[in-house]
């Protein structure tokens, strides 16, 4: 039977004979793939981050079809002196409500301000109920304007909503629909833009707020990303020059990182897949990996290389002959790593979060991509392009800080100082437990922007002067028609209201109860104690039957479906923490089971519970992914090492990476958010890599040397400078985001470049030192206590 390493070297010859036809391959389905990246766009859906099996979002979806208001955008408008009650700021709210309404994907019936048509004083009369359109026309007088105030006064509803508490600040309020064609918020803000320009002078000063605006924002930083890939280019570019200390050895790496992402994103233009936040980044990831796995075989390259020229090989045949050893020496390798970490980041399409799907799919098809890659168009580049000077390839070889570093690491380990670095190891764990405790999960998507930044000052001004800009919707759902008139129904809805008010981060409530309590206050003469829900639901539909004949048949159409069955209380908070609507959301169950009748379904939507699902999603998909990723790890390093144990030194130290990460979250103070998913699975799919090739590589020193410190020696001078240089790349391409203005960016910097040290870390010390204190069978075979009575001896000269 043929033995595996002999199909390498069949094949690794092929391509050194054909590498013509395996470049022009290559380059025909870079080209194919390159023509789909044209099909991308930038998606902020909050479909794409919101687990959309979770009851939240699904109430949100209900409320969205039947009420709008997914998608709310909020513009104050506050004069720089006096009230609105202003003819010329009354006028540029009319105008804006005007040019609001006729823009694409908006939904015309849910653009209210004072001067929507929908927006309506209740009055009662001799004859019954008036309503009239609260400004139909811009006041001149002072009479006029006095009648609006004392109008607005009248309609608690639109105080601290469509008008601040103190008059100073007045709000038009649209609702839009997601372009499926264009998803980008950022189009819809740019809609807005010449609408305030217009109405812009020296007399008023304008903001914007809202999911959308939350959305436009961070789409703007999104946009800047290719700014930032072509710096973190740059960086790994030096390192890559640093480690091979020549130009072939920095461009080969790079066409391998550069084509990755190139493959990764057609494949995802052809799956029709959008990019998103966690997406945007990736292409960093890809280009540090892609380069990463080949450091590992140029390096074994220029190694066989020199050997092959020592031996008196002349260059030409020593450079073939390298390519093909090296492919066949590393080579399985990089499949068993590159396996592992594909399937890793495959695993997470498992998860209820397309955004995380989204993001499994673009990390595995970029360490696929860069496999393929390693083993067809480098060795074929590599065996065309000339062979390496013998001072560049001296000089690669020579060395450096890092191998001295490593020698003196080799020394400590084999010469009785692995116990120390095992109970080090131990001890920064029980630290990192103890940090777990203090671990949150949260999602504020406004802490993603620095507070200085338009966005946030822009919120704080309206969360001053307004109710909120975070929206909490409970769906109140009733058996059968005319469920909604019903007093104790409406009571219910009005306790509820009740109780946010009591809350002091809850700016504003608004249903379907504060109109009809208004209607029975007009039909007792503005009597303040008739401030409530009538007794009968007889009294209840006359009053809305009084109504309607004035008003029209949408002005309830945020509030209430066409036959009361359905209705939808709005509740607008000011505290942007998933974590406090989370607690308020709990209280509201009970203030929810207590009141309202049997029969009665209450779901909670919107915007913020829209985030807390995705928290309650990502702790759940979290630890059931990890847990997942752990058990694939160690069964596919159990079956390529052929041992249990084996399978387990794999697994410890990336459990190992985890913890530690996660516990310096708590020790900081940082949720466990969308950033934190993105590099505990990193640490996984990437620090497995760290683990196979150090492994690997050890198991073929000893055998060659038969010597337990020249195997860890020499498996250290080059998987381990390797995996150093791996880690000096993420943690390099990294770093450019945080000179980013988007604090996201910045917090995925922070962690990805603490993750990636520790797991490099702790693969050279942690994992090593449980080699020497243990002694694996699947390593050291039977000869064991032979080997290490050589080995330590020699370390501890070397120590000294």
Known sequence: M??????????????????????????????????????????????????????????????????????????GIVP????????????????IQAAVEQLPNVIRHNVISLAARKVKEIKGTA???????????????????????????????????????????????????????????????????????????STVDFYLGGLQVNSAAAEVQMMKMP?????????????????????????????????????????????????????????????AVATGHAIQILKRYYEEY??????????????????????????????????????????????????????????????????????????????????????????????????????????????GRAPWFVGGGVLILVVAAVGVLFLRVD????????????????????????????????LIETPKQDGIKDPRVLRAMDKLQAFFATEPDVGKTQSLADLVKRMNQAMHGDNPAAYVIPESQQLVAQYLFLYSLSGDPQDFDSFVDNDYRRAVIWAYIKNDSTAYADALARKAQAVIAANFPPGVSVRMGGSQPQIMALNEVLLRDKLRNMAQMGVIVFLLSALVLRSFTGGLFVLTPLVAVIATNFGLLGWLGMPLDLSAVVTAAMAIGIGADYEIYLLFRFREELARHGNVLEATRASLLTSGKAILLVAISIVGGYSVLQTADFQFFNMLSSLVTSTMLVSALFA???????????KPRFIFGDRRAELFSQAIPAAEGGVK
């Not at 992402?261 to 280009?287: A, K, N, Q, Y």
């Not at 620095?450 to 309206?462: I, N």
């Open 127 to 201: 004859e019954g109920m008036e309503v009239r359109q609260m400004m139909e026309t811009i006041p001149q007088t002072p009479q006029e304007i006095a009648r609006l105030k004392a109008a607005v006064a009248s309609m608690p509803i639109y105080v601290n909503s469509l008008v601040s508490p103190d008059g100073r600040a007045a709000a038009v309020i649209g609702d839009f629909k997601i372009d499926e064609r264009n998803p980008s918020a950022q189009a819809m803000v740019d809609a807005l833009r010449p609408i305030l320009d217009r109405e812009r002078d």
């Open 443 to 474: 999602n504020n998507f406004k802490l993603y922007f620095k507070a200085d930044s338009e966005f946030r000052v822009h919120d704080r001004a309206l969360n001053r002067r307004f109710g909120g800009t975070n929206a909490i919707q409970f």
């Open 227 to 287: 700014i930032f890939f072509g710096l973190a280019l740059l960086i790994i570019m030096a390192v890559q020059f640093w480690s091979f200390r020549s130009v072939q050895g920095m461009l080969l790496p790079m066409l391998t990182g550069i084509v990755s992402v190139l493959w990764s994103l057609g494949w995802m233009g052809i799956l029709g897949i959008h990019l998103d936040p966690m997406c945007i980044t990736t292409p960093i990831l890809i280009l």
């Open 306 to 415: 020199r050997r092959l020229r020592a031996a008196g090989v002349e260059p030409r045949e020593a450079n073939r002959e390298a390519v093909v050893e090296s492919v066949v020496r590393v080579g399985p390798v990089m499949i068993t790593a590159g396996l592992i970490a594909v399937i890793t980041f495959y695993s997470l399409v498992a998860t209820g979060i397309d955004m995380v799907k989204h993001f499994g799919v673009f990390a595995g098809t970029g360490v696929l991509g860069t496999m393929i890659l390693e083993l067809t168009l480098i060795p074929a580049l590599r065996a065309w392009l000339p062979a390496p000077k013998v001072r560049e390839s001296a000089r690669e070889g020579e060395a450096g800080v890092l191998d001295r570093f490593l020698i003196g690491l080799a020394n400590r380990l084999v010469g």
């Open 80 to 95: 720089k002196q006096g009230d609105i009650y202003q003819p010329a700021v009354l006028a540029k709210i009319q105008h």
């Open 2 to 75: 043929t033995s595996p390493s002999s199909l390498l070297r069949s094949y690794a010859s092929w391509i050194t004979r054909h590498r013509l036809a395996v470049v022009l391959a290559v380059a025909a389905v870079t080209g194919l793939l390159l023509s789909r990246v044209g099909n991308l766009k930038m998606d902020f859906n909050p479909d794409v981050y919101t687990p959309q099996a979770h009851p939240y979002v699904q109430a949100t979806h209900v409320i969205e079809q039947v009420f709008g208001g997914r998608n709310i955008t909020v513009i």
């Open 764 to 774: 050279l010390f942690f994992l090593r030192a449980l080699m020497m204190v243990f």
